[in-house]
């Protein structure tokens, strides 16, 4: 039977989410940014490609490792949790039980019916009921390396090839403006699509990311500049 009150939420979808749209805008904000550097020191061609490709590689195993290191790290917190809670299980479940009623008085049950909840719950499993409800720790937000660290390289490599479609621009010029469309345009879709996953509104979410990703190409464009007229 079909549950009538069936719902889609998106918790279980935080960890690889927020990866694959941070993945997806640092590679249109990084490569594009690489590009119009290099492009705005006057270099043909030849060494903008050279200079965007090299960034797509790079900075895809750069998300990669730092998310999977950074979400490794939460693991090895939760772990912490997990061992800590079982040795205060072990030592003094009392103690830990009265813990337990204080968090449902805390949320607003009364004293007889948060004792009765407790003590059903260290009956059935003490160490999964702390885990949750002193901790906050449960399976939806559990913490997935491997998963955040493919999910944040695959996005920043697609989110990094389209700066790249600036290059059929035939002048330097215009390769530079077209770079710099191409990955506006980008940034604004990668906003309103991750606003609308998360379920919220798409316009400031899109304008913030456009604006930040526009100051990121501004910057590297004024210091290729600043190159190009060194003659460095």
Do not use: C
């Amino acid at each position: 039977m079909v549950n009538p009150h069936a719902e889609r939420h998106r918790g279980a979808h935080a960890g690889w989410l927020r990866a694959a749209i941070l993945g997806a805008n640092d590679g249109l904000v990084s490569t594009a940014s690489l590009m119009v550097g290099v492009a705005a020191s006057g270099a043909g061609a030849g060494a903008v490609l050279t200079a965007g490709l090299a960034g797509l590689a790079a900075g895809s195993m750069a998300m990669a490792a730092g998310e999977y290191v950074s979400v490794s790290s939460q693991v090895d917190v939760e772990r912490g949790d997990r061992a800590k809670e079982e040795h205060e299980l072990a030592t003094d479940s009392d103690a830990e039980l009265e813990e337990l009623e204080g968090i449902y008085r805390d949320r607003g049950l009364p004293a007889e019916l948060a004792a009765q909840v407790a003590a059903a719950l260290h009956d059935n499993d003490p160490l999964a009921a702390h885990l949750r409800d002193e901790l906050g720790h449960n399976e939806i937000t559990a913490a997935r390396p491997a998963q955040a660290a493919m999910a944040s390289a695959a996005s920043f490599f697609i989110g990094g090839l389209l700066p790249l479609l600036g290059l059929i621009a035939p002048t330097s010029a215009t390769r530079l403006g077209l770079i710099v469309i191409v990955t506006v345009l980008g940034l604004a879709v990668a906003g309103v699509l991750g606003a609308r996953v998360a379920g919220t509104s798409t316009l400031r979410p899109a304008l913030r990311v456009v604006i930040g990703g526009s100051l990121a190409m501004a910057v590297t464009a004024l210091v290729g500049q600043l190159v190009h007229v060194a003659g460095i």
